[in-house]
Nanobody
Framework: QVQLVESGGGLVQAGGSLRLSCAAS????????MAWFRQAPGKQREFVGS????????YYADSVRGRFTISRDNAKNTVYLQMNSLKPEDTAVYYC?????????????????WGHGTQVTISS
């Protein structure tokens, strides 16, 4: 399995931006569809967005579409989540996930590998 480590979280004011990184090791991410999920206190883990392997197709949750962008650098074995126009409701622990398929599910159960998460806090 691929090992994933997230970084880049922090405290930002509403309206600001952050870029999260997910560094992979053990396997090349070119074989994986990659995704970001998030989990706020007391809530279930929710899908944020994904980027498929091969011909990259991106898919986003309605709550972040137009504000968040996923990109993948297969040469660096790293996936990014650029987050703009951040809102207090974006506050959560953000997780990177991977699955060795050509597409991914919006359900957390459909992903094989997970990082430990990075905290993102948006102040109002």
């Amino acid at each position: 399995q691929v090992q994933l480590v997230e970084s880049g979280g922090g405290l930002v004011q509403a309206g600001g931006s952050l870029r999260l990184s997910c560094a992979a090791s053990g396997r090349t991410i070119s074989a994986y569809t990659m995704a970001w999920f998030r989990q706020a206190p007391g809530k279930q883990r929710e899908f944020v967005g994904s980027a498929s392997r091969g011909v990259v197709m991106e898919y986003y949750a309605d709550s972040v579409r137009g504000r968040f962008t996923i990109s993948r650098d297969n040469a660096k074995n790293t996936v990014y989540l650029q987050m703009n126009s951040l809102k207090p409701e974006d506050t959560a622990v953000y997780y990177c996930a991977a699955v060795q398929q050509s597409y991914g599910s919006t359900s957390a159960a459909g992903w094989d590998s997970w990082g430990h998460g990075t905290q993102v806090t948006i102040s109002s």
